[in-house]
């Protein structure tokens, strides 16, 4: 079983950074790919961003790209999602995923097998 616990959310000004961190227990973290998703509220769960186990391969929404990235420690079994020029759109409750076995879109909710609780991030504007 494996288990994820999201931190680093918070309220921001636009314009502001926030790193979240995604700390992973209960299995072999360096061969899962992991992505990130966010949900804001009375809106579907969207995919933010998406590292594969080989390779360290990044992959991220048009919404995101260029602000926000995607990266992993292995040794520490955590991903890390840096935020930066935030917007108040990007407010939302950030979810961390695992997927064990690459086997769909890394964009897409069903490839994951297990989910964090989540953590919230607000930008203000």
């Known amino acids: 079983q494996v288990q994820l616990v999201e931190s680093g959310g918070g309220l921001v000004q636009a314009g502001g950074s926030l790193r979240l961190s995604c700390a992973a227990s209960?299995?072999?973290?360096?061969?899962?790919?992991m992505g990130w998703f966010r949900q804001a509220p009375g809106k579907e769960r969207e995919f933010v961003a998406a590292?594969?186990?080989?390779?360290?391969?990044?992959y991220y929404a048009d919404s995101v790209k260029g602000r926000f990235t995607i990266s992993r420690d292995n040794a520490k079994n955590t991903v890390y999602l840096q935020m930066s020029s935030l917007k108040p759109e990007d407010t939302a409750v950030y979810y961390c995923?695992?997927?064990?076995?690459?086997?769909?879109?890394?964009?897409?909710?069903?490839?994951?097998?297990?989910w964090g609780q989540g953590t919230q991030v607000t930008v203000s504007s």
């Open positions: 995923a695992a997927d064990l076995e690459g086997s769909a879109p890394y964009s897409a909710l069903e490839a994951y097998d297990y």
């Open positions: 209960g299995g072999t973290f360096s061969s899962y790919d």
């Open positions: 590292i594969t186990w080989s390779f360290g391969k990044t």
